[in-house]
């Protein structure tokens, strides 16, 4: 059984290149500061913060690299225990309206998939396409382009004994999927499932309904104001996620596989900053040794 702080590593997700940086800085950066765990989302055209401009998030482009430069960055990444992969998903979308979107985003995604197996990866996660503005069809229609997907992916991670799933999104939609192609999981993102529920009880109907199918967690912070959401938050500005349940609970089901930290920062350092509080947060939860007062990180 591996120790609960041995199995907490960091996304490039919110990775911004603040300073320069790239995905050999990150990854040296994240190893230094002791996380044994790392997920990389295999692109260089996301990015989430910076003023006036955004900054990319670190990352690879797998329709550029080379094989070469997939060997490197299989060379950097085994100073770590563990390894994930996440698809990337701004305005890639395996349900679009547009059936050339629809190719293009299953052939990067199936890179994605050829990428995780090449790197030995713990998990393999996929964000779901979803609908096209303007365009009005069934939400049945949409989901059922998601199961195809899940279809034709299953056998290939079946026999590299991967686990796979999607994440995001209605428990209702999740469990079309998982329901329709035998074998096919979850990543429990807790900021995304509270998010859809709404309630703590709504939430925790995701662990239930899922147990045993859960092929990732991750993990992040919810501050609800205003009747909005801003997620990807640090666990001192969180105010909606009930953590001391959440981990009391995984525990409970014998959840026993990777949970990578998705929080944001205005620069690595500070990513790395939040995430180890995070990591500290939640190993005193599951060992017992840490009871919250509040929901934002404030032990009793």
Known sequence: MIPIEDRIGIST???????????????????DAGFKGFEIVPTLDQAQLGYPENYPNVGIDLFEATPED????????????????????????????????RRLTQ???????????????RAMTYHGGHETWGYIRSRERIWDYNVHYARHLMPQAREAGMPVGF??????????????????????????????????????AYIDEFKGRIVEIHHNGVNHYWGRYMEHQPPHLNNMIDFQRTYERLREIGYQGPI?????????????????????????????????????????
């Not at 919110?14 to 950066?29: N, Q, R, V």
């Not at 990067?108 to 090449?118: G, P, S, T």
């Not at 329901?179 to 993102?189: A, F, K, Q, S, T």
């Not at 350092?269 to 934002?296: D, F, P, T, Y």
């Open 13 to 31: 997700h919110f990775m911004p290149s603040t300073h320069g940086e790239d995905i050999f800085d990150a990854l040296a950066l994240v190893h």
């Open 70 to 101: 997939v060997a490197r960055l299989k060379e950097a990444l085994s100073v770590f225990d563990w390894v994930t992969v996440h698809s990337p998903h701004l305005d890639w979308n395996l349900c679009s309206t547009n059936r050339h979107l």
């Open 107 to 121: 052939q990067y995604f199936d890179k994605c998939f050829e990428l995780a197996v090449e790197l030995g990866a």
């Open 167 to 204: 994440e995001a999104g209605s428990l209702e939609y999740l469990k079309y999927v998982c329901d329709r192609v035998e074998g096919w999981g979850i990543n429990l993102d807790i900021g995304h499932a509270y998010m859809s529920a709404g309630t703590d009880e709504g939430f925790f």
């Open 260 to 300: 990578v930290c998705e929080i944001q920062g205005q620069d690595i350092a500070q990513v790395i900053q939040h995430c180890q509080e995070s990591k500290e947060m939640i190993v005193g939860i599951w060992n017992g040794s840490r009871k919250l007062a509040q929901r934002w990180n404030v032990a009793e």
